[in-house]
């Protein structure tokens, strides 16, 4: 079992900047591609980002490529998800989860949530106009 955390959400002002963290509770973190989803009220799941176990590689959603970014720090057991630019459509409950995996997955595979095998809470964003 893996516990996943997530911090750092809060509300800002349209075209504000957020950073989120991750913490996971586990010895190897390392062998875990992590990714983040969001939920807005009424709406599906959505993907958000994605990164491979040890950082070399990273998918985006159409909606957020070029304003977010995902990194990770394996040392610390923490992924996080650089918000820039934001848009008061970005408001929703962001997740991160855990897929056991060193393979880098295909786009088609990080986006799909049954890929991971662990999911925190959530955080919630919420940007005003």
């Known amino acids: 079992q893996v516990r996943l955390v997530e911090s750092g959400g809060g509300l800002v002002q349209a075209g504000g900047s957020l950073r989120l963290s991750c913490a996971a509770a586990?010895?190897?973190?390392?062998?875990?591609?992590m990714g983040w989803f969001r939920q807005a009220p009424g709406k599906e799941r959505e993907f958000v980002a994605a990164?491979?176990?040890?950082?070399?590689?990273?998918h985006y959603g159409d909606s957020v490529k070029g304003r977010f970014t995902v990194s990770r720090d394996n040392a610390q057991n923490t992924v996080y998800l650089q918000m820039n630019t934001l848009k008061p459509e970005d408001t929703a409950i962001y997740s991160c989860?855990?897929?056991?995996?060193?393979?880098?997955?295909?786009?088609?595979?990080?986006?799909?949530?049954?890929?991971?095998?662990?999911w925190g809470q959530g955080t919630q964003v919420t940007v005003s106009s």
């Open positions: 989860a855990a897929a056991l995996t060193r393979i880098t997955l295909p786009q088609a595979a990080a986006v799909t949530p049954r890929t991971y095998d662990y």
């Open positions: 586990t010895l190897a973190f390392h062998n875990y591609a």
């Open positions: 990164i491979t176990w040890n950082g070399g590689s990273t």
